[in-house]
């Protein structure tokens, strides 16, 4: 039986308890099951550790998997804030955060991300890593607001770059105005001459960049 590049690295690893769980919650209260593809969830957590942040953002939570990857990578007193404009969804990660031991190190905060980002400003708070993975419509505008809020050399990473699923970015006949917003996304990421990035075509695509 053949099986694919992600299938193939996937029963590698065999499964992580934590991130089950906090999967079948999601299944389990109804919500969009949407969490970052393991691969990249692992990423997540290298990435935190490797620059070793200190403080990192997150634009859009849901159930809170990938809030469980970032906040693996922090050590110390390394703290992650999360934005969610459901408080339903954020109810259900504090749930999961707490079910995996990491409450402490995670504040989220219910709302509009683009009121939530200006009141982070206004509080003068800065970040190492910021993970953009909310309504595609406003990506243009969480990039502008992790330039902002990014501390020199931060990193950005954005889910969904790709947006296979619903309406592939490669496909010129989809013209639905998400597509159309995560095309100009990630040309960019590509060219803002601010940047140096990468577009990893695995799963549903993931740009990383860091400030330059
Ligand atoms: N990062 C999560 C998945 C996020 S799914 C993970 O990988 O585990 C996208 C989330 O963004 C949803 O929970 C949705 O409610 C939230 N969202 C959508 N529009 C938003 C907005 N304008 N402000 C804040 N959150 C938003
Ligand atoms: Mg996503």
Not at 12 to 33: C, V
Not at 117 to 124: P, R, T, V
């Amino acid at each position: 039986m053949v099986i694919n590049a992600e299938e193939y690295v996937e029963s590698l690893y065999g499964k992580d308890e934590q991130l089950e769980k906090a999967s079948q919650r999601i299944r389990d209260q109804g919500m969009p099951e949407i969490s970052v593809a393991p691969g990249y969830g692992r990423l997540l957590t290298l990435l935190v550790s490797m620059i070793k942040a200190q403080t990192v953002l997150e634009i859009g939570t849901l159930g809170g998997y990938s809030g469980i990857c970032l906040a693996r990578g922090l050590e110390g007193n390394g703290r992650l804030v999360s934005l969610e404009l459901s408080s339903e969804h954020a109810e259900v990660a504090r749930g999961n955060l707490a079910e995996a031991g990491l409450s402490d190190r995670v504040e989220i905060r219910v709302g509009q991300a683009l009121d939530l980002l200006q009141q982070l400003d206004e509080e003068g708070k800065r970040f190492d890593l910021v993970f953009i993975d909310a309504d595609k419509e406003n990506y243009l505008n969480y990039l502008d607001w992790a330039l902002q809020l990014g501390n020199s050399n931060a990193v950005i990473v954005a889910d969904n770059s790709l947006m296979m699923k619903y309406g592939s970015v490669m496909d010129a006949a989809a013209q639905g105005s998400n597509v159309q917003k995560i095309r100009e996304f990630n040309h960019r990421i590509v060219s803002d001459p601010r940047l140096a990035s990468t577009i990893l075509p695995a799963y549903d695509g993931l740009a990383i960049a860091r400030v330059k």
